[in-house]
């Protein structure tokens, strides 16, 4: 089976760094995803990790350590806007299976 | 202009009926994913399908049905067997290093 946890609620002020934290148990694991969703809204993809080690797009940046079964989303000079749910999904290895945590909310305060 | 569209964006449904949503992807994407949503909740996959003509159950299959017979579409049915469907859906597709959303589809039940 798979089991992935996130942090339920963070929070974090303006100009900050933040890090959201992602854990996972799978039987085959073939690359995690890392999505922004907006109260309302439909997730936005941000990334994906399949190799160990550090991937940096902008002022987000993902990061994956395989042996571990753990990742996390660095945010950077946090924005207002940033203000949302992120969403940690673990793809499995044989089924294409796309399981999802529950979501870590992420408060920025001015 | 490549994408996944889901339609409606908001349906309302009378208890007893049953109810199709529409996923059509446009990105040569191979799998194709469904999911529910309730309020601050994560999202739990109902059914998914890696190929067309073939697709397998999710975690909460339960009271819906899809069909998969054109690589482009993924359209799921709500029947009245699902005790609860009010519901925010959201339809995937992935290929690759890519998985990306359609913006969804409210439904109530009224």
């Known amino acids: 089976g798979q089991n992935i946890d996130q942090p339920t609620e963070m929070t974090a002020t303006e100009g900050a760094i933040v890090q959201i934290n992602c854990t996972y148990q799978t039987s085959g694991f073939n690359g995690l995803f890392w999505y922004q969703q907006h109260a309302g809204e439909a997730p936005t993809f941000l990334s994906y990790?399949?190799?160990?080690g550090l991937e940096e797009k902008g002022r987000f940046s993902s990061f994956l350590s395989r042996s571990k079964g753990y990742s996390y989303l660095l945010l950077k000079e946090l924005q207002m806007k940033d203000s949302a749910s992120y969403l940690c999904a673990v793809r499995d290895q044989d089924t294409d299976k796309l399981i999802f945590g529950t979501g870590t909310r992420l408060q920025v305060f001015p | 202009d490549g994408g996944i569209t889901q339609s409606p964006k908001y349906l309302f449904r009378k208890e007893g009926q049953n109810v199709t949503l529409s996923c059509e992807q446009n990105l040569n994407h191979d799998a194709m994913y469904w999911y529910r949503q309730d309020p601050g909740q994560g999202l739990r996959l109902i059914y998914y399908s890696q190929i067309v003509n073939d697709f397998q159950k999710g975690d909460i299959a339960e009271g819906y049905s899809v069909s998969r017979e054109k690589k482009e579409s993924f359209p799921l049915t709500v029947t009245s067997a699902q005790k609860n469907p009010t519901a925010f859906y959201l339809c995937?597709?992935?290929?690759?290093?890519?998985?990306?959303f359609g913006q969804g589809t409210r439904l109530t039940v009224v």
């Open positions: 995937a597709s992935l290929r690759g290093r890519g998985a990306f």
């Open positions: 990790n399949v190799l160990d």
